[in-house]
């Protein structure tokens, strides 16, 4: 009897090489390809015929993989929009979260803002996304569950928003500081707000270069940027409370910086929590029903069973 090779490809290794490999031909056929997508599709494709113990981690790479293919083609779909909200978006924050003077906090903060808040923000705002990354690369080290659940359910929540901004395209508050609310300017190129500052600060141009690929300008509601925070935090929830303190004072960190920075409302801010919640409540329930549907036992049937 020959073993079988470790390396055998699978079904699923399969997709994943058809879905790179389509990915790579979608964008250069319309006209988008740049050298990070063919690194982001070469290094899927690498992990995915490497191995068994590669392919663990393509367990929880491949939607990673995905939230980045999805949010970085969203301008093929913009057509699709509905009307875009301005002035109303920004009349509603008034009205419940209100501000000294009766306007309301990303244009309180817009003539207030400080070097050292600009700093602290800043850092925020860069570092959100990493953190995801970061505990999910622990999670994997650890060999802990969570590193596949904590993937989907980043999958999920900007499944979540790119749906919502489709369904729901808002200006966000910088673009009405400096538009106005009449209709909107479908010209308007995305902008770096008050993270301009943090770059001018230090000398960079991080997020200058960050915010010239965004292709949906219109994409404020729910906000991401507070959905990833949160969703960390709830799932190193139960590691203690050192975990819960850093990772809840971060999310609440990003949250102000949103709003600070005048990206975001605060009820973009309460948009994406739900969203968060969303997401993992759809991942842990379909993981949950994987893990009683494996426990189940397999009947098993005796050979002299002879019985009618």
Same mark, same amino acid.
């Given at each position: 009897?020959?073993? +079988?090779?470790?390396?055998?490809?699978?079904?699923?290794?399969?997709?994943?090489?058809?879905?790179?490999?389509?990915?790579?031909?979608?964008?250069?056929?319309?006209?988008?390809?740049?050298? !990070?997508?063919?690194?982001?599709?070469?290094?899927?494709?690498?992990?995915?015929?490497?191995?068994?113990?590669?392919?663990?981690?393509?367990?929880?790479?491949?939607?990673?993989?995905?939230?980045?293919?999805?949010? !970085? *083609?969203?301008?093929?779909?913009?057509?699709?929009?509905?009307?875009?909200?301005?002035?109303?978006?920004?009349?509603?924050?008034?009205?419940?979260? @209100?501000? @000294?003077?009766?306007?309301?906090? &990303?244009?309180?903060?817009?003539?207030?803002?400080?070097?050292?808040?600009?700093?602290?923000?800043?850092?925020?705002?860069?570092?959100?996304?990493?953190?995801?990354?970061?505990?999910?690369?622990?999670?994997?080290?650890?060999?802990?569950?969570?590193?596949?659940?904590?993937?989907?359910?980043?999958?999920?929540?900007?499944?979540?928003? #790119?749906?919502?901004?489709?369904?729901?395209?808002?200006?966000?508050?910088?673009?009405?500081? +400096?538009?106005?609310?009449? &209709?909107?300017?479908?010209?308007?190129?995305? *902008?770096?707000?008050?993270?301009?500052?943090? !770059?001018?600060?230090?000398?960079? *141009?991080?997020?200058?270069?960050?915010?010239?690929?965004?292709?949906? =300008?219109?994409?404020?509601?729910?906000?991401?940027?507070?959905?990833? @925070?949160?969703?960390?935090?709830?799932? =190193?929830?139960?590691?203690?409370?050192?975990?819960?303190?850093?990772?809840?004072?971060?999310?609440?960190?990003?949250?102000?910086?949103? #709003?600070?920075?005048?990206?975001?409302?605060?009820? !973009?801010?309460?948009?994406?929590?739900?969203?968060?919640?969303?997401?993992?409540?759809?991942?842990?329930?379909?993981?949950?029903?994987?893990?009683?549907?494996?426990?189940? @036992?397999?009947? #098993?049937?005796?050979?002299?069973?002879?019985?009618?």
């Amino acid at each position: 009897m020959t073993s +079988q090779s470790p390396s055998r490809a699978t079904p699923f290794t399969w997709l994943v090489t058809l879905l790179g490999l389509g990915h790579v031909a979608l964008v250069a056929y319309t006209g988008r390809l740049r050298w !990070d997508h063919v690194a982001a599709d070469a290094l899927l494709l690498g992990v995915a015929w490497a191995g068994p113990r590669t392919r663990r981690f393509l367990l929880g790479g491949f939607p990673l993989w995905l939230t980045g293919m999805l949010l !970085d *083609s969203q301008g093929l779909w913009l057509f699709l929009r509905g009307p875009i909200h301005t002035g109303d978006l920004w009349e509603l924050e008034r009205q419940w979260f @209100p501000a @000294p003077g009766g306007t309301h906090w &990303p244009e309180w903060w817009a003539t207030r803002f400080h070097p050292a808040l600009d700093l602290v923000t800043g850092f925020s705002y860069a570092a959100y996304l990493y953190e995801v990354f970061a505990v999910a690369i622990f999670f994997f080290v650890e060999k802990d569950s969570r590193f596949q659940r904590l993937c989907w359910a980043f999958l999920a929540v900007n499944a979540i928003g #790119v749906v919502v901004y489709v369904l729901y395209p808002a200006a966000p508050p910088w673009y009405i500081l +400096q538009y106005g609310h009449g &209709p909107a300017d479908l010209t308007a190129p995305p *902008s770096p707000a008050g993270t301009a500052r943090f !770059d001018a600060l230090l000398g960079i *141009s991080y997020f200058a270069g960050f915010y010239s690929r965004n292709t949906n =300008v219109f994409g404020a509601m729910p906000s991401l940027h507070a959905a990833y @925070p949160f969703m960390v935090a709830f799932y =190193v929830w139960n590691r203690g409370w050192a975990w819960r303190v850093s990772t809840g004072l971060f999310a609440l960190l990003v949250a102000f910086s949103a #709003v600070y920075l005048t990206h975001h409302y605060i009820l !973009d801010v309460l948009a994406g929590m739900f969203a968060t919640l969303a997401a993992v409540l759809v991942v842990e329930t379909l993981f949950a029903r994987r893990t009683a549907a494996a426990a189940v @036992p397999m009947p #098993v049937h005796s050979r002299g069973d002879t019985r009618a």
